[in-house]
């Protein structure tokens, strides 16, 4: 129940719970779902735990939930060959059954990411935490300590099928790794914190807390509604005397909210972000057919 403690769950509530009770950890459940694995949020599906296997599908999202999770512990995409990556050997190496990580999907043609995995395992890192041979863009590690990339290295056979997209093949491809039943590269998986790369200074955390109400932007302020006729959504801005000044128009949220930063029809951050968020939740309203009124939560139960 919301507001309701997590509390240790005995071994034997599950699978997943077994497992990890193997590895002498206490596992939390909250809401209904394990939170401890993997530490490091993203887009992806966790399927068997005992699994040696975790898949990439690059910048393919759609892939996620079209493999079957069955034979696979992880199921994930990484985009970006920087942030990216760094979340997504946090999430690997702290899972010491894992010894096998598919590449398959598309290929950014901008950042790489396939082609830079291949060459970390291949040549690791220069002394800048550049990767050596990978030629797209924010081709670097720069938050993670080296013993996290070392061990990544170490532990993972990069499994290459960049470019396959049909889920039927690659089910194959993770059932025949599965099959292999290699055995865990450790005891004990590596934790690694947000911030641990030598020289780097552990982020603040902080709990994020409502926010006061606007002061008035000397530039004007905005109403946002939806023409689903036309199926788009119409920004008017208007001075602080309510004269009606400039009306946009658009289909995307990040369009419109572009337009006013670049026509400069705004003046504070806090407004801009107000002004981000109300647009984005109007798109969301636009597409899935919601009723849409600013300053308002959406209600799914309208569709």
Not at 7 to 20: I, K, N, R, Y
């Amino acid at each position: 129940m919301p507001g309701q403690k997590s509390q240790p769950v005995e071994p034997g509530f599950s699978p997943l719970l077994e497992w990890q009770a193997k590895a002498g950890k206490t596992w939390r459940r909250t809401f209904g779902r394990v939170i401890d694995w993997p530490p490091s949020p993203g887009r992806f599906v966790i399927g068997n735990p005992d699994s040696a296997v975790a898949v990439c599908t690059l910048s393919s999202t759609a892939l996620i939930d079209q493999l079957s999770p069955n034979r696979v512990a992880i199921i994930g995409r990484v985009y970006t060959p920087n942030l990216g990556v760094e979340k997504m050997i946090r999430n690997v190496v702290s899972n010491p059954r894992l010894r096998y990580l598919v590449l398959c999907g598309k290929e950014s043609p901008v950042f790489k990411v396939g082609e830079a995995l291949l060459m970390l395992a291949a040549n690791g890192l220069d002394e800048q935490g550049q990767i050596i041979g990978a030629s797209g863009a924010m081709a670097e590690l720069s938050n993670l300590p080296i013993e996290a990339v070392e061990t990544f290295r170490q532990q993972i056979q990069l499994i290459n099928h960049i470019g396959e997209i049909n889920p039927a093949s690659l089910n194959r491809i993770v059932a025949e790794l599965a099959d292999r039943q290699t055995p865990p590269f450790a005891q004990v998986g590596l934790q690694v914190s947000e911030g641990s790369a030598t020289n780097e200074i552990a982020p603040i955390e902080i709990q994020a807390h409502r926010r006061n109400w606007l002061e008035l932007d000397p530039l004007g302020y905005f109403i946002i509604h939806l023409n689903p006729p036309r199926n788009e959504i119409v920004l008017e801005r208007y001075t602080t005397d309510k004269k009606l000044t400039h009306i946009i128009r658009g289909r995307a949220a990040d369009l419109i909210y572009h337009t006013v930063v670049h026509e400069k029809l705004l003046s504070q951050p806090e407004h801009a972000a107000y002004l981000g968020a109300e647009l984005a939740k109007a798109e969301t309203a636009l597409y899935n057919g919601l009723t849409y009124e600013q300053d308002r939560k959406l209600h799914l139960k309208d569709k």
